[in-house]
């Protein structure tokens, strides 16, 4: 029996995601939550790299050389893929997608008092 990764086979999963929710939210929450909601994601990854990297560690290698070729490489692709996977490309996605909705509720119709002030 493998074991459980818990970064990609539990809830914990989801905490890579937190800094979608700070970004839909953004124009609702107040401005210090934002950093707070990066925080949580970035830690997700942090962790999830750590693990990773730990669990590469752990494997049997030819000469020590390799091994710390290996893992520096295991960490470094962990740490480049989690931050463009579920924070950067997703977060930035949807900042711009809330911005440009802000921007368009603030110039057309009348729909843009109720919809701002909720």
Not at 19 to 41: K, L, M, N, Q
Not at 62 to 91: C, M, R, W
Request: glycine share 4%.
């Amino acid at each position: 029996m493998t074991e459980k990764d818990i970064y990609r086979e539990t809830p914990v999963r989801l905490l890579g995601y937190a800094d979608e929710i700070g970004e839909t939210f953004r124009p609702s929450i107040h401005v210090s939550w934002v950093p707070v909601i990066y925080d949580i994601a970035s830690a997700y990854v942090l962790a999830n790299t750590l693990d990773k990297t730990l669990n590469m560690s752990k494997r049997p290698f030819v000469n020590d050389s390799k091994k710390y070729h290996e893992v520096f490489i295991a960490g470094i692709e962990t740490l480049i893929e989690q931050n463009f996977a579920p924070v950067i490309v997703p977060g930035v996605t949807i900042n711009r997608i809330c911005v440009l909705s802000v921007y368009v509720l603030k110039y057309t119709s009348s729909f843009q008092l109720k919809l701002r002030s909720l």
